[in-house]
């Protein structure tokens, strides 16, 4: 691929900057993002400020409302955003259920979701996972039972980011049972505020509540909300969970980690000089460089791959999952470090200030355990590390 300057990418990358520079308020810059997105009422407002500058949707075609952005211009419009410390926008909304939509959805469907999703006026959340069907999902079991124009669900998802805080889940649910299993599921829209659904919080270990189960008990759902024909279920997931192979190893995420890190060593002391000027702490960031580095051109090749359309972006889109992930745990451990004793404090809500005695760089630390702690799951979500290699290693078998 060619690695040349791009003069076009160069200013819209300037045409980003000051729409951020004018537009993000003070207030939202630079707080706090939650584990997978922002809180509601920054993520809403945000979403509104992009909406009426018609980048409501960067991430689809201009045909269905978006952008019409090339893969590149997507990744640098996040690179930007994240810099400016800006809130997220909904991705389970956006980047998942927003692209089945424009592909599956009827024309009443998508009139009756995708408005809502450009104004940031309804907040989704995603029903795959269950207690024993994680990796397998295909041996999931909440059931949908037919009884003229509704479906009568039952069953329990878990992990279910955001439940809490969403409007409206798209669902996964099994519609046969006497089929093989990938043909016996169906995706159902579901309204959160139907009667039967029930949401648990679940505290996981950076001690903030982002996870949840939801029950369904006797859930009627309009058939009407069934996205594709009964049993298209599996389809519609390979595709939603295909999408956006070059944002997998969450480059910016990468690059704010070694900017926080870079930050960390300067201000942290070993006896009197600055943690950056011992050369064993120095050796580790640079290889942590060179490695962020060696993922942002390989990012650029699996887009460029994208916008080919080859399916080699796929396999490729394995791997950096798996590196960037990997490199997410290691970054955020040595954060942890470079707090030196703070680093063994467990910071209660990311969110808000540290009680008692300041630490001497407050803010650069902050929520920096419980990110460290966060990650550990990295490798899990959106495929654990195991199934991205098994992909890596069909498609090398198939050369």
């Known amino acids: ?18 729409f951020l520079r004018d537009n993000l308020p003070r207030e939202l810059a630079g707080k ?4 997978v997105r922002s809180m509601r009422p920054d993520l809403m407002r945000w979403q509104q400020i992009l909406h009426r500058q018609g980048w409501g949707a960067p991430y689809w075609a201009k045909k269905d409302g978006g952008t019409g952005w090339s893969v590149l211009q997507r990744l640098v419009f996040d690179e930007e955003c994240v810099a400016a410390g800006a809130p997220t926008q909904d991705g389970f909304a956006h980047k998942l259920l927003g692209p089945v939509l424009n592909a599956f959805a009827s024309e009443e469907q998508k009139a009756a979701h995708v408005p809502h999703i450009l104004s940031g006026e309804r907040l989704w959340c995603q029903g795959f996972s269950e207690p024993g069907s994680g990796s397998d999902l295909a041996s999931l ?74 029950f369904f008990d006797n859930v009627r759902v309009p058939v009407a909300n069934r996205i594709g024909a009964e049993g298209d279920g599996w389809t519609i997931t390979k595709f939603l969970l295909n999408n956006e192979h070059a944002s997998a190893a969450e480059l910016p995420l990468l690059r704010r980690y070694l900017m926080q890190l870079r930050q960390l060593a300067a201000i942290q002391r070993v006896g009197r000089e600055p943690l950056i000027a011992r050369p064993e702490f120095a050796l580790r960031l640079a290889r942590m460089e060179a ?22 972006a796929h396999a490729l889109g394995s791997m950096l999952k798996v590196r960037g992930t990997e490199l997410q745990q290691r970054i ?34 902050r929520g920096i355990a419980n990110e460290m702690f966060f990650r550990r799951a990295s490798t899990i979500y959106g495929g654990t590390s195991e199934v991205q290699r098994g992909i890596i290693a069909k498609m090398l078998f198939q050369l």
């Open 332 to 365: 955020s451990s040595l954060m942890v470090e470079a707090l030196g004793d703070y680093g063994a404090v467990a910071y209660p809500e990311p969110h808000h200030a540290c009680e008692g005695e300041p630490m001497p760089f407050q803010e650069t630390g």
């Open 141 to 214: 079991r909440t059931r949908a039972e037919r009884e003229g124009d509704f479906y009568v669900v039952n069953g329990q998802k878990i992990w279910t980011s955001y439940a809490h805080e969403s409007d409206w889940i798209f669902l996964l649910v099994r519609t046969d049972a006497e089929v093989k299993k990938q043909a016996g599921i169906s995706f159902l829209l579901v309204d959160m505020k139907t009667p039967g659904i029930t949401v648990r919080p679940i505290r996981s270990i950076d001690d903030c509540h982002h996870l949840n189960e939801t």
């Open 291 to 312: 490695e962020v580095s060696a993922i942002a051109m390989m990012v650029k090749r699996v887009a460029a791959l994208e916008q080919d359309h080859s399916p080699a």
């Open 1 to 18: 691929m060619d690695f040349q300057p791009d003069a076009g990418l160069d200013a819209f990358r300037a045409e980003v900057r000051a």
């Open 32 to 35: 706090p993002v939650g584990s």
